[in-house]
């Protein structure tokens, strides 16, 4: 049903491993440049919204099925809070890194690694299920 | 800025939603840029990433759903009074900023009490070169988490509202979801009643 | 059952885990809540939310009673010390809002399984039960913050599952109602954030506490004058403070009654609290209670909320509505309490909060009974619900003594503190207001009593049909919790004096 | 990223030159203030006069998105530069209203979404998204 | 009994105030549990209704020798307690409920059952409840715990008045119920509150709580007439409305409730507030406080017109009543010791006449079908017992020796003399004409009117024809018991022994309390000489 849009879809096909890449650098370069979880998360979500429309969104789904999605969801949130609750296990107050090392400043650098991963999952998977949901929609009218 | 006035304004007055929406899109890119000119660089990034992008393809795809047309209403008194709440709220805060401190002013009290220790200790603190990063993470991260509850909530909650459970395909919903069998007492009747 | 099992082992922590039990309060229900998802049933997620609510009922009363015998609480999220990371604190006044959130929650959840299961599609039930959890953490978490912005942030949790659970009601209006609430209420949360920006521009500040001390300085300032309004008008929005109320009543009258009930006791209570907080410990101790003539703004809207919500609420066909704008009208009295300024007031105010969360999930749970027995709530479908419901009705009848103040319910201890307080504080014409007000709720809860039990049933009922077990347990400990805390108010305007002493401390003046 | 600022070069040079003239002597420095709230209120006005619902919701992400600037605008510090630690360099904005934004953005399209999500429901159910002939629907079944 | 005995008996009694409330309650669950068996229902009511009257009598003693049983429960408000305490006034009033209540029960079987009323079980569910409140009233040690039973008594009685659950009926008890509750909340619980601002406390205190230095220019009045106003079971004018309307209840109720029980209970509030909340020596002396007399003494002579012009006898017996409480508030508020004897008296004088009347209506309507006196010519004859003790009640109401009545007017006179406002005293004599007016018609229609055995009465001419009330269709008694001892065989065709025994027992109550009245009124008399 896309046939004519062919330019577009080899050029996205091309075009989302980069931008996947680079979401995967944004997550991990938020401590010294701009970026982070969140952004990661949207640039991630984005690819898979990209190849959505291009594609299909049971495309999508072949690739990422919605239990995967909803799953990926749960996880993100559970890495952030539970993050937290290991530093409360550890000795410190809730979400406190410096007793996640024994060096204070590593603690809080694993501490932030992890809750950035907690939130670039979430918001990834977010965005991932509100467009399928919406996308899902189709037929109505 | 005045731009983003001028789309605003747009907004406001043009009928056709799928402009509107693209205006919208505008609106928050030049937004974006905006924050980058004031040092904002990862607020910039988000709301490019989230205003520009995510809100407008999400905005789009409700149209596909909806409908493109906004209908041309006569309701004046309408807009006469909202016209009237519009312009208290704005005296307000216009009223508000003359004592503000003024634009840029290194000396307003926001520079001088919770931010410098962010700006000075947070190095040694947390270890990040971006301060916003380890505010965000650290310092501040229950917000954060917070947010990304928010964030959760929202999908689900899109979920529950949209989600293929109880709508039209609801059988092939049921067909995949073995675990929650329906029980007889919930009537088919009332569920169709909410769908449609 | 291996949940029971957990709880046990766990208990050997339990004094490790005792002195985080202010952030556990939050984090425990908004930790658990995902775990539906991936459980997807809708009985376990029940039996998980159960479970969850009166864990986290546990936590509230024992930080009420550490509170009330120690004070303060002070907890540092990260160990970040407090003007730079996020801190909580408990004090009398919100850890009674917290048991209150989290006894109705806990009474409500039993209550909500028969009559989820029949007004939501299954396959949507554990979302339900998802969304009711995060609602909860997010009251709850409005409720402890000492921060001003992370205040907004659960604000918006709460919200957000709330136009959710809203929304999920059956009739096609629950989702305008639904709408509409999302609109104001994102209204509401936005002026909120406008004001605390500009505190935060004039001050650098976001944690309350802070603020109260940074912000006497400048309370000549333009900016800080906006901003109190800014604050006042969103909060307003969120506590349906009259003319603010708009959204209410469609989204309390075609929300799940389970959802209504929860909804009606608890989520305008939090508003109400956080509208206390921010006036008298924030802006408590400027000038700007005497400048802005605030206190006399609240009164009027008060009074003009008490009496339009029972007027009106007097007009309506269909009960739930009915009880909704009654919800308005009682707000009214909470807000007057707060504009009276004075301890006892805030006093009255705190303990209608409590009196009123109690009476009216009585009243809903009752109506949500019957719309489960027999599919309506108009008045005119309620013919001779009395003798068909003879346990529900009564139930409610309870309750509708207590909207009016009748001796031995809360609602007179709720009347009678208010009333003293304004003659306290030499207003004896808002006394009488008070007291004029419930004459109004006279004539709209009789109204239904009259159909109840004067009218006989249509034809063709079948005898009598009470509503299940499961439904009517809860009921009837919330309709005895009316009548006890109605006989012994002494507890609870104990309990709401300390929690209005310890709002009011930085009340300029040392306010009497 | 330094790529992307450069991309927006020429705004900055406009923004600089719109700068001088609002710190610049007679001016009040509140000239940015006055626009957001100008931008402020156009979003409130969508939102309270129109009776599209998906309107509201722009007029909502308009009405927010300057509440945004708003908080930007006061993080700035002349002369300063993001807040990414660097050596040399002595000023930078206020990082803690970025991270509000943050949140807020967050926040922001989390309503987006489910605003949306209803109004989908709505216009199954009713058949139209405009408020006012929901409205009238209502009332018809009110009485 | 020697005081000192009195008071240690007096610390012992006060538990048993507690119970004194809780037999009625208990009671009334007893009903509904047994609500299947009728018989098993009925006795319980009455063995409820004499084990209530034997608990107060063991306080009469104790009361009498100046103890003053006192029990403080839990607080209500912080410095505000659930209390009980018993003192003459409230004896007398305890007293009387008590021991009407049993008469009444015996009554209201023979009644319902020949009425044929529905839901019965719910009647007399919330008619030991109305009494429980009622002991409640009577036994409160401070203002607050009166409110509480106060509010309780209007509430419970709403079911009894909107016992049918007709239009009507229905009306009524909005009529009743809003007035009730309206002035109560409105006025009373105001005046209230605002006591407890000024004076500290709600305590009932010989000699009252409010000090004149506490309260400024026209304060006493305004309190005193939210108190007047506000307690309106105390039925002053225009907050009267209810007492007619309520008389769609069931006789029973209008009997007991609406004579004694509700009506007792208000103006025995308005005479606690003026002895122990203000005291009658401030009363006295307060400016502004006339008009409230006036207020009183308007009532009592409306009222009386009113009655004059009613022709269903219920309704002109609760105008009368609306009149007759006027009395007690009128003595109360005349504020010296004559008068507010005479006051306390009338309580009981009037409970006694009232009731008898009351009883007397129930039974026309009963065995004879009538409500409207224009109906009774005649039926003298056919229930000669009843109208003779409808006379001798009528007797003691009007103020005629050897009837009660006659002192409680002899005392409220001696008061008006005292006070120096004779005026009233001439309102009272005035009144008293009034009531021979409005009452000697009934007993001149029964015994001397000629039975008119068709035109205007439509529906009931079959009962005149055949003159056999308890045969027709809708009113056999349906008990075999009843229909044994009922008279309907020849000519005469009186009430029921059910009906007739209380009757007879108030109307011979009503000629003791005359020789009886000193007694009472030593026993009383602590209360206001000190």
Redesign the interface.
Known sequence: MMHRKVVLRVVSKFLIPPILVFALYVQFHGDFGPGGGFQAGVIFGAAFILYAILFGVETVKKVLPPWVTRLLLVVGVLTYGLCGVAGLLLGGNYLDYNVLAHDPLHGQHYGILIVEAGVGITVAAAMITIFNVFAGQTGED | ??I??VM??A??RIRD?FA??ML?GI??LT?A???????????????A???A???T???L???????RQ??V?G?KS??TA??F???V??A???????????????I????????P???EK??G??????????????????????????????????????????R?R?ED??AD?T??A??D??SPD??K???? | MSAIYLFFLSLPFAPMLEPHLPALQVVVPLLAAPVCVLLRDAKLSWLWALIVTWISFAIALVLLGKTLSTGLIIYEMGNWPAPWGIEYRIDAANAVVLVIVTAIAAVTLPYAKASVEREVPRPRIYLFYLMYMLCMTGLLGITTTADAFNLFVFLEISSLSSYVLISLGQSRRALTASYRYLIMGTLGATFYIIGVGMMYMMTGSLNMADLATLLPAVDHTRTVLAAFAFVVVGLGLKVAMFPLHTWLPNAYAFAPSAVTVFLASTATKVAIYALLRLVFTVFGGTALFDTTGINLMLIILGIVGMFAGAFVAIFQNDVKRMLAFSSVSQVGYMVLGMGMATAAGVAGSIVHLFNHAVMKGVAFMAVGAMFYVIGSVKLNDLAGIGKRMPVTTAVFLVSGLSLIGTPLTVGFISKWQLVVAALDAGWWYIAAGILLSSLLAIAYVWRVVEVAYLKAPPEGSTGRTEAPLSMLVPMIVLAAATVWYGIDGNTTLDIATHAANALMQSVAGGRP | MQGIVDAFAPLYAMWQSFEAFMAGPGSPGLLGYWIVVVLMMTGFYIVIAHDNLVKKIVGLNVFQVSVFLFYILMAKVSGGTAPILADGIEKYANPLPHVLILTAIVVGVATTALGLALVVRIRNAYDTIEDDEIQAVEEEEDT | MTPAEATAAAAAAGDLMILAILIPVIGAFAVLALGRWENARDAASLVTAICLFYVVTQFYPIVAAGGRPDVVLLDMVPGLPIRLTLEPLGMIFAGIASFLWILTTLYAIGYMRGHHEENQTRFFFFFAIAIASAIGVAMAGNMLTLFVFYEVLSVSTFPLVAHHGSEEAKRSGRVYLGILLSTSIGFLLFGMIWTWEIAGTLDFVPGGILEPEMLQGSMTAILLALYAFGIGKAALMPFHRWLPAAMVAPTPVSALLHAVAVVKAGVFSVLKVVVYIFGIDLVAVAQGTDFLLYVAAFTILAASLVAMRQNNLKLRLAYSTVSQLSYIVLGAMLANEMAATGSAMHIAMHAFAKITLFFCAGAIIVFAHKTDISDMKGLGRKMPVTFFCFFLASMSLIGLPPFGGMWSKWYLSLGAADADKMIFGAVLMLSSLLNIAYLMPVVLYGFFGKPETKADDGHHDADDKDGHGDDHHHAPPSHPLLRHLSFGRAGVADASVMCLLPIVLTSTGCILLFFYADKLRNFISPVFGG
């Open positions: 800025m005045l983003m006035g605003a304004i907004i406001a939603l509107v929406s919208s609106f928050s937004a840029a905006a924050y980058v000119v004031l040092d904002a660089v990862d607020v910039a990034f988000t709301e990433a989230v205003g992008g995510i809100s393809v999400l905005m795809g409700t149209l596909a759903l909806t409908t906004e209908k209403t309701g309408k807009g909202a016209f709440v519009v312009a709220t704005g307000v805060l216009i009223y508000g900023t003359f004592d503000m401190p003024r634009y840029g002013d290194p307003a009290p926001i520079h001088h009490h919770v931010a220790r962010y700006l947070s190095f603190e947390v270890g990040m070169p971006n301060v916003v990063t380890s505010v965000l993470a650290s310092y501040r991260s229950f917000d954060t988490l917070g947010e990304v509850f928010v964030i959760f909530t929202a999908a689900t909650g899109v979920l529950a509202i949209l989600g293929r459970a109880g039209r609801r919903e049921i979801e675990v929650t329906r029980s007492d919930a009332k569920d009643e909410t769908a449609s």
